[in-house]
């Protein structure tokens, strides 16, 4: 059984940030890339959004709306994700979610909300 648990959301105003966590149980950092997901107000599970991505070797990869500003990185010896957000924008409030890629395991996700 893989846990997943984010952390770090809150409220920031427009240009703001923030820093998000994802603590793994296992090894499952080490052995899966790992992608940070976000579901937006209104949508549907199943439209959840993959906006970063980043591989057991540290390679990364972003989506066209957060690159520049999102950056994901990897703790191994903690077996944590991170997702470092600049310069938020209102769009960018969703629920964030981490979760290794080609699994279905999620965590509770963490509420980010961006609003003057």
């Known amino acids: 059984q893989v846990q997943l648990v984010e952390s770090g959301g809150g409220l920031v105003q427009p240009g703001g940030s923030l820093r998000l966590s994802c603590a793994a149980s296992?090894?499952?950092?080490?052995?899966?890339?790992m992608g940070w997901y976000r579901q937006a107000p209104g949508k549907q599970r199943e439209q959840r959004e993959l906006?970063?991505?980043?591989?057991?070797?540290?390679?990364?990869n972003y989506a066209d709306s957060v690159k520049g500003r999102f950056t994901i990185s990897g703790d191994n010896a903690k077996n944590t994700v991170y997702l470092q957000m600049n310069s938020l924008k209102p769009e960018d409030t969703a629920v964030y979610y981490c979760?290794?890629?080609?699994?279905?395991?999620w965590g509770q996700g963490t509420q980010v909300t961006v609003s003057s």
């Open positions: 906006v970063a991505t980043i591989t057991s070797d540290g390679s990364t």
């Open positions: 979760k290794p890629l080609g699994l279905a395991y």
């Open positions: 296992g090894s499952i950092f080490r052995l899966n890339a």
